[in-house]
């Protein structure tokens, strides 16, 4: 007899408010065809509208679900331990003029940081050595090294990211987007755990 | 005169280790090594570097004079600022500021805004010094 069912969690999911996830929602199925359809229809949460913007469905509570229905049904699953259903709200879109200062406030944080930076390291004496040593010279403001090297420090950040303006220098994820990710993964993780009600029992339970 | 010697060695030593240790931390040979898919040079890379350490250190210490034409500071500066460039990046990214700044204001699909921003700052504020600043 087919009675063995393979499940896989999906890691992330978003939702409406109000709306009703199933196991197909939820989590990768594979059994035999009968009661795939039946099962894939199998109501695991209803989202409320007391639910906080993050919910943490344990595979335990889904395991319970499934039992439930096909008592005689034995269950193999892979993957995830959990999924973070994550309720999209209405976002009110965020103003321009947030993004425009946000904008502002990057550029002169990051144009007062360089400047900073040459300051606190002499730049300025360093390239007039510099500009002395190659030439024989002296020069108060050797712009001809200044410049190339000004537009250098932009064009080497943006290498660095792998971004020419949109337009990407080559296939790989760069560092920033893996940074993203990896900062989103230990959100999850931390989600995981602490929204999870049934990861943690408090001794003093009552 | 050998404890001079000595202390000097030690000295050099621990600032050149430091010195790589800081690169290797912010990762600037693997990234232009990925970015250029030129892995086995890697070796030539290295060596670069520490080349380019003992030049400086030479050129710091002797005050050499080259006599050689003005113009061949252009190719320097822009190497000089991408190398600059390639260590604010690292960084501004081993800091983290990006992913946590993006998330918390919700416009994670406008990151590259952000990171021109950045970008376009350092340009200015570098220009805006060594044009006008430095005279002040």
């Given at each position: 007899m087919e009675k063995t069912i393979y499940i896989r969690m999906r890691t992330r999911l978003h939702v409406f408010p109000n709306q009703s996830v199933y196991l197909k929602d939820i989590a990768q199925i594979i059994s035999s065809e009968h009661i795939f359809q039946e099962l894939s229809?199998?109501?695991v949460y209803k989202v409320s509208p007391k639910d906080n913007n993050l919910i943490v469905l344990d595979i335990m509570k889904v395991i319970g679900f499934i039992t439930e229905r096909y008592p005689a049904i034995e269950i193999q699953t892979m993957g995830a331990p959990q999924t973070i259903i994550e309720v999209v709200y209405k976002r009110n879109k965020l103003s321009p003029v947030f993004v425009v200062l946000i904008w502002f406030l990057l550029f002169l944080g990051a144009a007062l940081t360089i400047m900073n930076f040459h300051e606190d390291v002499s730049m300025q004496e360093v390239q007039q050595r510099l500009y002395t040593i190659m030439t024989g010279k002296y020069e108060a403001k050797p712009l001809l090294f200044q410049i190339p090297y000004s537009f250098g420090i932009g064009l080497g950040m943006i290498l660095f990211f792998n971004h020419l303006f949109r337009k990407r220098i080559n296939e790989e994820p760069s560092p920033l987007e893996v940074e993203m990710f990896n900062y989103q993964q230990a959100l999850d993780q931390y989600v995981a755990v602490n929204e999870n009600k049934e990861s943690i029992k408090q001794l003093d339970d009552h | 005169m050998l404890f001079v010697i000595l202390s000097g060695f030690a000295g050099?030593?621990?600032?050149?280790?430091?010195?790589?240790a800081f690169l290797t931390v912010l990762g600037i040979l693997p990234r232009l090594t990925q970015l250029s898919k030129t892995i086995k040079f890697l070796k030539w890379y290295e060596w670069a570097v520490v080349l380019g350490a003992v030049t400086g250190t030479i050129g710091s210490l002797q005050d050499p004079i080259l006599h050689l034409p003005a113009f061949l500071l252009i190719p320097m500066g822009l190497a000089g600022g991408v190398f600059v460039g390639l260590l604010a990046a690292a960084l501004t990214e081993v800091l983290?500021?990006?992913?946590?700044?993006?998330?918390?204001?919700?416009?994670?699909?406008k990151i590259i805004l952000l990171l021109m921003g950045i970008v376009l700052g350092k340009v200015f504020g570098s220009l805006f010094q060594w044009i006008y600043f430095v005279d002040r």
């Open positions: 229809m199998l109501p | 050099g030593l621990a600032v050149g280790a430091g010195l790589v983290n500021v990006l992913p946590i700044l993006a998330k918390r204001v919700g416009i994670q699909d």
